[in-house]
């Protein structure tokens, strides 16, 4: 049971556009919702994240939009970089349990074209 | 360095062989996390500590693995009679309570290749 599905697999965006990635939930008890960023050999980083008390949250060229009802939530990557290639992952957890485990959709492959 | 730290960072081994694998946590982090991270998927949970203390176990943890974390600092995960199926990267991660206890600090992670 995939409790967060993300999506697309893969997307290539030209250098200065927008890059956007999708996840879907279904775990109503998730109350934080990052996002990672993985190099090739590295292991995941911590890009931003949000709790679902806010609708936006946004860092520099990175925006969360985060819709409750219909337990989505998506990364934005404004004026892409070819420096942004990397794979993502969302993640959530519940921080009601006892071990602040995320869990993470299966991740998606952006390549910046220069 | 302040960040955590794993080693080795690649394995090859041949299937029936033990191998183990450490993790040096950020130092002042009391939680610590292993992972699991196959080729096109996310990081899967395999285990968390407090402190020395082993709270939970995910089912992907078959009784072949073990993972320790004597006196509360590092910790190593063993994986015995190596299968083909058990080749991922095993990712180990930390955090801290406190203010910041959501932020989960990845290693590089260890790559096992089972032959």
């Known amino acids: 049971q995939q409790q967060v599905k993300q999506s697309p697999q893969s997307l290539i965006v030209q250098k200065g556009g927008i890059s956007i990635i999708n996840c879907a939930y279904e775990?109503?008890?998730?109350?934080?919702f990052p996002w990672y960023q993985q190099f090739p050999g590295k292991g995941p980083a911590l890009l931003i994240a949000?709790?679902?008390?806010?609708s936006e949250k946004k860092e520099g060229r990175f925006t969360i939009s985060f819709n409750k009802s219909a337990k989505q939530f998506s990364l934005h990557i404004m004026d892409s970089q070819p420096g942004d290639s990397a794979t993502y992952f969302c993640?959530?957890?519940?921080?009601?349990?006892?071990?602040?485990?995320?869990?993470f959709g299966k991740g998606t492959l952006l390549t910046v074209n220069p | 360095d302040t960040g955590v730290s794993q080693d080795p960072r690649h394995k090859i081994t041949k299937r029936g062989q033990n191998v183990t694998f450490r993790c040096d946590p950020i130092?002042?982090?009391?939680?610590l996390y292993w992972y699991r991270q196959t080729l096109g998927q996310g990081p899967e949970f395999l285990t968390y500590?407090?402190?020395?203390?082993?709270?939970?176990k995910s089912r992907l943890l078959s009784d072949r693995f073990s993972a320790e974390r004597p006196k509360g600092s590092f910790s190593t995960l063993e994986i015995q009679r190596t299968e083909q199926g058990d080749s991922a990267m095993y990712l180990c991660?930390?955090?801290?309570?406190?203010?910041?206890?959501?932020?989960?600090?990845f290693g590089s992670g260890t790559q096992l290749s089972v032959l």
């Open positions: 993640a959530a957890r519940n921080s009601g349990g006892s071990n602040y485990k995320l869990t």
């Open positions: 130092s002042e982090h009391n939680r």
């Open positions: 500590f407090q402190n020395e203390a082993q709270l939970e």
């Open positions: 991660a930390s955090s801290s309570t406190g203010a910041t206890n959501e932020k989960l600090f």
């Open positions: 775990n109503t008890a998730f109350d934080y």
């Open positions: 949000i709790r679902p008390d806010v």
